[in-house]
């Protein structure tokens, strides 16, 4: 049975870059059929998509975060990883990796708080 | 981007009731819908996708509807367990979007 575990930095000050990888453990993260994903979710507040990926390297950005993003993926090590640069307050989140079918998330990784402050 | 709206943003509700939830979206996205629940520090799980399709593992209590812009998820029976906050989210496109989430209290 597939699992995810997010890795990367708890504590952040402004106008770095955020990195984080998702570890896939149980199987293989290259079938044709599988999506992988990050979300987050600000403290207190609602669920935001920030991008998926496919093992092919075909990639799928919010807008809204486009020109911060970049998504990726190592299938040699079953892992993805975010990148987000110029991070603010506003990217304080417990950020979540997830898959597989491309249009829902029916795997979850228990999530990384992400706090962003000087 | 698709906007999707839930109501009642919150409810309480006792045990064994009939609880409903009501997602909203801003355009016509067939049945690309799905439901979540998020319990409290944990990740939310997937409950219902392309509407109605119940995820494995999950009660049968748990009931997806609708299609087009409005979509329902019912809980016949609420148990213990059920209190928690829920979630839709579009698949019709990118951005996938999410609503705003439904909490369910103890009354």
């Known amino acids: 049975q597939l699992q995810l575990q997010e890795s990367g930095p708890g504590l952040m000050k402004p106008s770095e870059t955020l990195s984080l990888t998702c570890t896939v453990s149980?199987?293989?993260?290259?079938?044709?059929?599988?999506?992988w994903g990050w979300i987050r979710q600000p403290p207190g507040k609602g669920l935001e998509w920030i991008g998926s990926?496919?093992?092919?390297?075909?990639?799928y950005y919010n807008p809204s975060l486009k020109s911060r993003l970049t998504v990726s993926v190592v299938t040699s090590k079953n892992q993805f990883s975010l990148s987000l640069t110029s991070v603010t307050a506003a990217d304080t989140a417990v950020y979540y990796c997830?898959?597989?079918?491309?249009?829902?998330?029916?795997?979850w990784g228990p999530g990384i708080l992400v706090t962003v402050s000087s | 981007d698709i906007q999707m709206t839930q109501s009642p943003s919150s409810l309480s509700a006792s045990i064994g009731d009939r609880v409903t939830i009501t997602c909203r979206a801003s355009?016509?996205?067939?049945?690309?819908l799905n439901w979540y629940q998020q319990k409290p520090g944990k990740a939310p799980e997937l409950l219902i996708y392309?509407?109605?399709s119940l995820q494995s593992g999950v009660p049968l209590r748990f009931r997806g509807g609708g299609s087009g812009p409005d979509f329902t998820l019912t809980i016949t029976s609420l148990q213990p367990e059920d209190f928690a906050t829920y979630y839709c989210?579009?698949?019709?496109?990118?951005?996938?979007?999410f609503g705003q989430g439904t909490k369910v209290a103890i009354k």
């Open positions: 997830a898959g597989v079918p491309f249009r829902y998330f029916n795997l």
């Open positions: 149980g199987g293989s993260m290259s079938r044709s059929s599988y999506y």
């Open positions: 990926i496919h093992y092919s390297g075909d990639t």
């Open positions: 355009q016509n996205i067939d049945s690309y």
């Open positions: 392309v509407a109605s």
């Open positions: 989210q579009q698949s019709y496109s990118t951005p996938w979007t």
